[in-house]
């Protein structure tokens, strides 16, 4: 009984935090509900508010804190609770604070519309030990709330984001680039650059489509929304620099060739979804009804340890996937995976043209590939990739 | 800064959650004002844990140097100097406090 220094500082992300012993689940994501209070032009999965049968059939209080406990018994030390908008559950102070009462840290996401001054007061005192993260869909009544399709919209948006400012709790504002936004980007970095806090500027870039393929004329709608790959390349070139520096470290990380194991590196299944109904899946996009496991009939212990494991080693049979995909060195950079093949195409193992479109375009600009060419065609991709990262500057 | 007394009787703060992961001992803060960053959290090294676990709000300090010197065969005055120090930490992070008789 010698040794010193009793109490030891640290971070929820310190990765020396169960040095070689990490806990069984380290993390959980909850979908409290589908419904939501905006109505967006490109949301992959929101229901009305008022949708009864939805509401009728999501899990209950009780369900939702005996989630918590088996994530809290299994090692979780933190949870993020998402949607639909996860505050227009009645009863989500009563859940937040079971999972804080828990030890576990929160993460939340929000449109900000029902942060009342009693809610800010609660994360002021009750403090989540986590930026609440916040999508921001215009810079002004017009063009946000013509992507929320909802009139009054953005008068609470701001609101909700004044009330948490003034209790200084952190946040982050993430803006989604839609046609109807298009002219406010700009602002929307000023506004965040006088922000408390260090806020960088963070962009959702690529529009889902329904993960519950529940509406074509939706999909349809989401695919004209989508940025152009014109426009993707011309955001890329303006963050080339940026990119560039951290490619040693992406390089060692993320080229490599797959194969036709689906979930190799993959981080599904190493944390757990449930769904706003209970179901649990490997990760949020994953909605495919093979992967999906009914958590308040299982426990979450025996579905990470029994059917995870299993479902993790399943392989690609689509034939354009395994010529394709399986043998492209920069599926690590590419987001095809099988959430994106499910939501596209009612697959686990479909290759997703635009994906594939864009990360070409990408890597062409870096010179990892030649015009025309394909990168499964590339043969001496380990030279071309060593090549590129010493030719880079030193940062 | 607060006086430690060896005649004192300590509990664990309800401003914190301490959970045990791993054979970690973590202590999470619950409100605010506990940790100085946002994404902070303790753990306690293997003394400190062998002295949290005797804090249960009836013995005294006193009576846990006594029960740890003799569970860890361990010099008296050292193991003193242990359980103050640490619950000097503790307490100045408020995540014990002294239990008061009404």
Known sequence: MTDKGFVVRKT??????????????????????????????????????????????ELSTDQLKDILDQSAALGALSVRFSGGEPLLRKDFSEIYLHARRLGMKVKLFTNARLITDELADLFGTFRLLNKIEISVYGMHKDSYEAVTRVKGSYDEFRKGVDRLLDREIPIILKFVPLPPNRNDREEFVEWIADLPGKNKPTYMSFLMLRTRRDSEDKNKLIKRLRSSIEEQVAFFVKHKTEYCNNMPQYAEKFFYLKGSKLFKHCGAGETVTIDAYGQCQMCMLLRHPEMSFDATKNTLRDIITKVFPRLRETEAYNQNYLRRCAKCFLLGFCDQCPGYSWSEHGTLDTPVEYLCQVTHAHMRLLGLLKEGESAWEVADWKERVDNLVNQLPTA | ???????????????????????????????????????ELFTLNDTGKAIWKQFDGKNSLREIVTNLSQEYAADHDEMINDVLGLVGELARRRMVIAVVDD
């Open chain 1, 12 to 57: 929820f992300e310190s990765a020396r935090l169960f040095e070689g012993n990490p806990p069984l689940l380290p993390h959980i994501d909850i979908e409290l509900t589908e419904r939501c209070n905006n109505s967006c032009i490109h949301c992959y999965i929101n229901l009305p508010e008022n949708d009864s049968n939805a509401k009728n059939r």
């Open chain 2, 1 to 39: 800064m607060e006086n430690i007394h060896l005649e004192t009787i300590y509990k664990i703060s309800d401003d914190i959650v301490a959970r045990e992961i791993e054979d970690e001992l973590i202590i999470v803060p619950l409100v605010a004002g506990i940790g100085d960053l946002e994404d």
